[in-house]
């Protein structure tokens, strides 16, 4: 084989490599559907609530105890972006997936600090600190929340 050919064959290897990553990681993430799965979890959670949420007039949404009705707190047009945003996400994967709205959402807190919301029709798991304190904050306060007076 000429020199300059090895020389030019031998340049292109590293490029090579990292490509056949790429390619392996990509192919993984789709062949896992690239989405989180629950952990299997050794013991209780620390704390749970199973949460829903109704659609309120005028842009409003409502947080609800899923095993009382009780509401928890309301958000109107403009406010809690970041929850809005996480159910957005979650309601549109649920509806892909045939769910009805009545399932209820399940808010849990982990020994380990963990704070995860999953959606009980599709098994979709966040874990709400990668989110930031601040994000997940806004959730963590529903485990605790009183009904609101009217």
């Known amino acids: ?53 109704a659609d309120l007039p005028q842009g409003s949404i409502a947080v609800l105890d899923a095993a009382t009705g009780a509401t928890l707190a309301r958000f109107t047009a403009g ?6 945003g996480g159910l957005r996400g979650l ?29 009980s029709t599709t098994g979709r798991v966040l874990e709400l600190h990668a989110y930031g304190q601040t994000n997940a904050e806004a959730f963590a306060r529903f485990l605790t929340a009183r009904e609101m007076t009217p």
Do not use: H, K, N
């Open 1 to 53: 084989m000429p020199q300059g050919l090895a020389d030019r064959l031998a340049a292109r290897i590293p490029g090579f490599g990292i490509a056949a990553l790429l390619v392996t990681v990509l192919a993984a993430v789709a062949l896992s559907g690239g989405t989180a799965s629950a952990p299997v979890e050794a013991e209780p959670p620390l704390a749970m609530r199973t949460l829903r949420f």
């Open 79 to 84: 406010e809690g972006g970041f929850l809005r």
């Open 91 to 119: 309601v549109r994967e649920r509806r892909l997936d045939g769910g009805g709205a009545e399932a209820p959402f399940i808010l849990a807190a982990w020994r380990d600090g963990r704070l995860t919301f999953e959606d």
